[in-house]
């Protein structure tokens, strides 16, 4: 049986033992003593928090830690820590059936105070206050800036360094010699009496010799999967310079990807499963912003439906997957982006992730999805298909306003997946205070771009009439009638009146049938849990076939329902998956 990501079983048993980096707590600990310590953890290097390991030695417990659920948790921190510490929490299952909670905690990029507004960090035995001065920022040193002692210009590649020169012809260095070219860069320093190159030279004109001897960790390795299994067919070992990888990693994404194109009015947009500039962007900020220090290659994962980027370090310090569009950029490697900048490689404002969002969106696609974890960040660019209708609108309406900004993106594609949306839903997908919102929405109903439905509370926005009707889609119903979905079980379908007689043919499955307009989010969702409570488990052919819905609508409902908790996932991809509820038993493993 395939194990989802939260029931992974240990090799060999071995849990990791309490140390600087490990903490061990007991089953009954409170959720407010748990968040101390991982904002302890957070404060002194991250690490990981085991709850439950008490139970490990009692012979044969009662309990285990199967009864927390990850995202209690996950939400007690992060509320008990002020919104400042994100952490990722999964089930860790032993051979012998025992299960342990594993918190992993990143390593804080400022100090943190605990609820109790104390500043406190783990010592590796204990908590132990930290005092005023040990409280002090301290900036990072940029590895990238370090010389290394043996380094020489014949660790530079003549031929990378005219690649490198052809990139930045609009520089005011451009015309420079080679040696001026690279100092006004800031790629060659005085060291030791004579020119040395840095890391970031190497890493964007190094040699394969320098590359190997002085940053071997700079590899991208790049895989092809021709299923959603995670089994591979084609891998690619890549250590060349930051600008011969991008050319490389292209020509193989390119060699596996398909475009359709989509007619609007005298014009043609070709609407790729991987768009070039989203994954050239996704590259960039992989190789521009990972942590050099660590031992370990970016990994880039091409499936059918998604292409994973899979970057050591995490994210820079600060940053989460909930603030990424409104955060002070932050570089964890000033002088390399500083030239990739220069270079016109990277957005010196930090925009590229705004380019990626903005794209993916206008293509009808889902935003890029982060996923993070103490020491590694994975960037999702999923492809399981595209809105056409959604292309078409966005394309006219360019031109009948000139622009539509990134919010006005991120609403109406949160509205055409969803149908509705309330405020502070909408606050969430902008990632923006619920509070900043209103001139938005306000500006978007003056545009006839979106409308309000319901009253007092019930207030949640839909697409006007007119966008639903651009969309090919027919007026909602009610959405007083969408959220009593939201919140009260699906009715089960009809049942014939109990009589002495057996049943002549089995019930039929769950359908929906709608004659005036397609489902609503909500009904969609409704179906697909009463689908996953008859049969055990839900499929997204099982869902399209009910809804009459395609593959990607299908499968934004299952991983709304996946994101809130009601499904668990097993599997990967669209086609393979599965999906059951997650209060159902999970079959015994031998």
Not at 130 to 159: G, I, K, N
Not at 246 to 269: C, K, M, S
Not at 299 to 305: E, K, T
Request: glycine content about 8%.
């Amino acid at each position: 049986m395939t194990l989802d990501a939260t029931d992974a079983i240990s090799p060999l048993g071995v849990l990791p033992v309490a140390g600087p980096t490990c903490i061990h707590l007991p089953l009954n600990i409170s959720p407010q003593e748990l968040a101390r310590y991982a904002v302890g953890l957070a404060n002194a290097r991250g690490g990981t928090v085991l709850v439950g390991t008490d139970v490990l030695n009692a012979g044969t417990p009662e309990r285990d830690a199967s009864e927390l659920h990850p995202l209690m948790v996950t939400h007690a921190i992060f509320e008990l820590s002020g919104g400042r510490l994100t952490v990722n929490v999964q089930h860790h299952r032993l051979p012998g059936g025992l299960k342990v909670l594993m918190v992993f905690v990143p390593h804080a990029p400022y100090v943190l105070a605990a609820p109790d507004g104390s500043v406190i960090a783990w010592d590796g035995a204990h908590l132990v206050p930290v005092t005023p001065s040990a409280a002090e920022p301290v900036a990072d040193q940029d590895y990238t800036a370090v010389v290394p002692p043996d380094a020489s210009l014949a660790d530079l590649d003549p031929a990378e360094v005219a690649r490198l020169r052809a990139l930045g012809r609009r520089a005011s260095a451009s015309n420079l010699p080679d040696l001026d070219f690279l100092r006004e860069l800031g790629l060659l320093v005085p060291s030791g009496g004579a020119l040395r190159p840095t890391l970031a030279a190497i890493l964007l004109a190094g040699t394969p010799a320098a590359l190997r001897a002085h940053v071997p960790q700079a590899e991208v390795c790049f895989y092809h999967h021709a299923t959603s299994d995670p089994e591979f067919q084609f891998r690619e070992d890549l250590l060349r310079p930051i600008p011969a990888l991008l050319t490389r990693l292209a020509e193989l994404i390119q060699a596996r990807n398909r475009f359709t194109p989509v007619q609007v009015g005298l014009f043609r947009i070709e609407v790729w499963e991987q768009d070039e500039v989203v994954y050239r962007e996704a590259l960039l900020n992989a190789l521009t912003h990972r942590d050099y220090t660590l031992r370990d290659a970016v990994h880039v994962h091409y499936f059918p439906d998604h292409l994973d980027i899979m970057n050591p370090g995490g994210l820079p310090g600060g940053i989460t997957p909930g603030n990424i569009l409104r955060h002070q950029p932050k570089r964890r490697n000033p002088l390399l982006a500083e030239v990739l900048s220069r270079l016109g490689l990277v957005e010196r404002a930090g925009v590229g992730v705004d380019k990626m969002y903005s794209l993916m969106l206008r293509h009808g696609k889902e935003p890029p999805e982060f996923t993070t974890y103490p020491d590694a960040v994975t960037l999702s660019l999923h492809s399981p298909g595209f809105d056409a209708e959604f292309v078409r609108f966005v394309a006219r309406k360019q031109e009948d306003m000139q622009t539509l900004s990134l919010d006005m993106l991120i609403v109406l594609s949160v509205l055409a997946r969803e149908g509705e949306a309330t405020r502070a839903w909408l606050a969430r997908a902008l990632q923006l205070p619920e509070d900043r919102t209103p001139r938005l929405l306000r500006g978007m109903e003056d545009h006839g771009l979106i409308e309000k439905a319901g009253v007092g509370r019930g207030i949640a926005y839909v697409l006007s009439g007119e966008v639903q009707a651009a969309l090919g889609r027919a007026a909602r119903p009610s959405a007083a009638a969408d959220r009593r979905m939201d919140h009260e079980p699906p009715a089960p379908p009809p049942v014939a009146p109990v009589t002495t007689a057996p049943p002549v043919e089995p019930r039929l499955p769950v359908r929906l049938t709608r004659e005036t307009s397609g489902p609503t989010g909500a009904e969609v969702r409704a179906v697909a849990l009463a689908l996953a409570r008859e049969q055990g488990r839900v499929r997204n052919v099982d869902v399209r076939e009910a809804c009459g819905l395609n593959t990607q609508q299908a499968w934004r409902a299952l991983r709304h329902l996946v994101q809130g908790g009601l499904l668990r996932k097993l599997g990967t991809g669209t086609r393979d998956a599965a999906y059951e509820l997650v209060d159902a038993p999970r079959p015994a493993t031998s």
